[in-house]
């Protein structure tokens, strides 16, 4: 295994770590039923390759964001027996729960007790974005942290990050962070904090932890043909799995890269190329294909959204960023069921009564309503 500086933490951590939002679970479809069984053999066998960042949060694996979930205690059982010496513990202060500065303590000492610990090696503020961070300012965010580390129950102190990047680099500015976690990958170099925000971090000495490395899963396989055959023509052949994580792990300011693994195969893959993953060893021609398909992947975008949220907040409800996501992601990747499983009624683009106030306030001039009307065609009738 290859181990990387976690930036101001001089911590070691193997470049790949186990994400536990995504464990295997008993047949039925409950995600608050985890298949322990098999979940505890694959962690058993990355920790012994020489895994040592296991990432967890307190709503993983619950009905919902507003209680705990079973990943925490989950990893407590995984972790007995000697393993818990072997690790460094990521979980995650669900912000969106916190009202008062004693939340902030409720949440925690809740935590190690459900983690089995007394400390937790790495805590983040858990999904900041402007809604929350408000609050958290307000309320004493910096004395909370300052406190937990003081007398032992956190180690370092982190945060993880779903808004633009001014908010990202206000946040990081605000505190003496020792790391944080932001979504990259191949395709999302603009999304959220984004390369901006990965050099912006790592110039201020951060350790970078990566979240959703093969999006969520949709770089991972079942890719269009003409993607396929780009990555067939490199001199090198690898798996797209292989060719997203190499991709983030080729930046030298990334530390660790975050797996949501549930099946063994799935470990034994991600092992292969974190053993092989050093920073800038992808070859030009390498970095070529990469570009080749991004560029595919471009020409199949039918909406130039950046999500913005300039266009927000809609007056009757729509969700117009996620609608065109999830319109572009049905053209780029395929059939895209998350638009019906995750917006509500007065989300989707059906609800637009076309009074054209967003399109007044869209910097990349874009048609909404009558993009809108194209979600609804293609995503309302299937």
Known sequence: ???????????MVSSLGFGCMRLPILPGGDSTKIDEELAMKLVHHAIDEGVNYIDTAYPYHGKGM??????ELFVA????NGYREKVKI???LPSWLIKTREDMDRYLNEQLERLETDFIDFY??????SRVWSTLKEIGIVEFLDQAIKDGRIGHAGFSFHDKIDLFKEVVDYYDWSFCQIQYNYLDEKFQAGKEGLDYAAQKGLGISIMEPIRGGKLAGNLPEDVQNAFEQADVKRTPVDWALRWVWN???VSVVLSGMNTMDQVTENLKSANEAEANSLSAKDVDVIEQVKAIFKEKIKVNCTACGYCMPCPMGVNIPSCFAMYNNHHMFGKEEAYNVWLTPQQKASNCEECGKCETHCP???QIPQELKNVKAV????
């Open 66 to 71: 507003e209680k705990g979930g079973q990943s």
């Open 90 to 92: 990521a979980t995650k």
């Open 379 to 382: 995503l309302e009738s299937v």
């Open 251 to 253: 930046h030298s300011e």
């Open 124 to 129: 983040l503020v858990h999904s900041i974005n």
């Open 77 to 80: 059982k995984a972790l007995k």
């Open 364 to 366: 990349q001039g874009i």
């Open 1 to 11: 295994m290859l181990y990387r500086r976690f930036g101001k933490t001089n911590e």
